[in-house]
């Protein structure tokens, strides 16, 4: 689910730091490893690190592990589904792997042997990147030859050419990740955006999470989405897309994409959260879309 409350006011780095959202999903992963009982659908560490909040972050509203769990179990479904994912993929031979919105993903900290099949492409504002890589080097975290930046304003297909510029081969197939970005959108720029990533090299992949209207969410989970709204908005980043799944579809499919496919809510707890005692499960309210070229 996407960002649910205010942004946290105590930044680590005198730089521009991530949004309030990066930062809460980084804390969410790192909850997950101290709350919820083994087995743990993720183990990041690394997050945590790069977020260093304020001692008491635990006691803080948005971190309560009852009121957040079905928050918490979607965000880590859709993170250990694209690593899933991008593993697959990188066993059938594709070499790069492209992050549209990176925030604090830890990916390349924590999977080295993947990455080191891979070129890694991190696509975020610059300011946001530029905190990164300072945190990233306070910690003594390395920058392997197959890590790549590429900062980006966003405006229009600017991004494209940046991620060419960081060295992105359009020419050869990859994996795409876009996870908590669509609903920022309009639907047009949505649109675009698969237009776009539909003319990638014939066997790329993309996974794109998005937010489905109030009236198909479970009814105890609208009041979630009620509060994402209006946190949302306050932060001056409102939600401008929601899309039903067949809607999505049908806009992947227009846009070029060979097949698309839906994963719901229902899937990843099928997936990853089935036999638990502890009754962690995803929430409804965000799925992912599942397309290739």
Known sequence: ??????????????????????????????????????????????????????DGWRERPDMSPAFTA?????????????????????????????????GLDTFAQRRADLGGRLQVFEVDQPLTQQWKRQRLAELGYGSPGWLHFAPSSFEGESWWQDLIAAGFDPASPAV???????????????AATLRRLAGLAHGSTLAMSFLLPI?????????????????AAASGTPFLSFFAPDELLALARTAGFRKARHESSADQN?????????GLRSSTGEDLLVATT
């Open 1 to 54: 689910m996407a960002d649910a409350w205010s942004p946290p006011s105590a930044t680590p780095s005198p730089a521009a730091a991530p949004d309030g959202t990066a930062i809460r999903v980084a804390l969410w992963r790192a909850l997950h490893l101290e709350v919820d009982a083994p087995p743990h659908v993720l183990v990041d560490e690394v997050g945590l690190r790069l977020a260093a909040p304020a």
């Open 70 to 102: 079905g928050f918490r179990a979607s965000i880590l479904a859709r993170a250990r589904f694209i690593e899933d994912l991008v593993e697959s993929e990188a066993d059938r031979g594709v070499t790069q792997y492209v992050i549209l919105g990176a």
């Open 176 to 190: 795409v990740a876009s996870t908590g970005v669509a609903m920022y959108l309009t639907k047009d720029a949505n």
């Open 215 to 231: 009236k198909l969410l479970a009814p105890e989970d609208r009041q979630g989405l009620e509060i994402s709204q209006r946190g």
């Open 270 to 278: 099928a997936r990853y959260f089935a036999g638990r005692t502890d």
